[in-house]
């Protein structure tokens, strides 16, 4: 995307931003210098300001008017609701990154130059990029529960773009309450203390909706669980885990799959390892009891009497933490053998040593 966190969402061409890098003479080099004269001159000395900021904040009112339950969520609001949210996560993340010097909001900073900036003619970093510099630059503390959110959501707006979006609009509701959170309480903490009080008067009417918005939609996907965990869940502790949809505590795994209550969701038993497996270093995932290759790594179940295991999503067979290890002639996951002297070694492999012996 060439320059879109910073200018795109502005057709006015009031962008207008300062950068504080000194140069080797020990002068403090402004984006101003490097923009045309007839836009340098509304610019005062020493400005420092960031235009995107209304931008995105008017997103995320976007974002909560299309999910507003009260006038009913229809396919379109969907879709509205994952486009801008998105482009809110880019224009706030990367207004923040700007400030810490310009250069990193384009994807190579290297390459960086005031001319390019100033015409807009440079492809800027992905929202998961600046997330990092973020972290490792900045130093702002991004837990990891938002970083896959946020990782979620870009690949929600590119399946959208490009292939079309399945999600159903609790899934996606539920999705948003945690991008959403994540984005007011960075407003709050790195980019609105730096607004001056009339900047932060014209975005306050957007602000309150968000805030409201985000309470309403927060209230919803709480109310909807409260009565799910009285109902359709209850009892159903040692089964059910998070939905890799919506994020809620309302999927129910079972033989060949599993059925998320919360947005409606049924998961085949591949679907799932794709998901479940996604954090293993091994590709092997064969399971012990059935032979499919649909062994998930430590699941977490709501149940608090259950410590993470190993369970199979195809055959349901559980195998808690501690008693698998890797067989020493393949690699798959292995009970281990009962006596501490034996080696280590899957059905496949030792039969085929036995095989071997006989020839």
Known sequence: MIADALSSSHQNGDVRVGASEKDTSGARPRLQD?????????????DLDFPPIPNGVDYLRSVVDHLDEATGVEPRDIKYAVLHLQAAAE?????????????????????????????????????IAAVERLR?????????????????????????????LTHNARAVEARAVVVLDFLVRFLD???????????????AQDMDRTRGGLTTIRSFVAKRMHRLRSNALKGQERSTTSCPSCG??????AAGGGRCHFCSTDWSSGALAEHFQSALDTEQCECPA????????????VSPEIAELHYCLECAARFPAGTLGTCNGCGVPWPYPEHEA???LCDHCQRDIRAQELH
Do not use: Y
């Not at 490097?34 to 020493?46: D, E, I, K, T, V």
């Not at 809620?248 to 795994?253: K, M, T, V, Y």
């Open 136 to 164: 490792n630059i900045a130093r702002i503390s991004v837990s990891d529960q938002d970083v896959k959110a946020l990782k979620a959501l870009a690949d929600d707006r590119n399946a959208l773009q490009h292939f079309g």
């Open 248 to 253: 809620q505590l309302a999927l129910i795994l």
């Open 290 to 301: 059935c032979g499919a290759w649909t062994l998930a790594d430590l699941v977490d179940f």
């Open 34 to 46: 490097a923009m045309p004269a007839n836009r340098r001159q509304s610019l005062g000395q020493g």
């Open 91 to 127: 224009v706030l993340l990367k207004a923040r990154l700007f400030r810490e010097h310009w250069s990193l909001v384009f994807k190579d900073p290297g390459k960086a130059t005031t001319k390019t900036l100033a015409d807009h003619s440079f492809e800027s970093c992905t929202t």
């Open 342 to 344: 034996a080696q280590l």
């Open 189 to 203: 903490e790195e980019l609105l203390p730096h607004l001056a009080d009339e900047e932060i008067r014209e975005i």
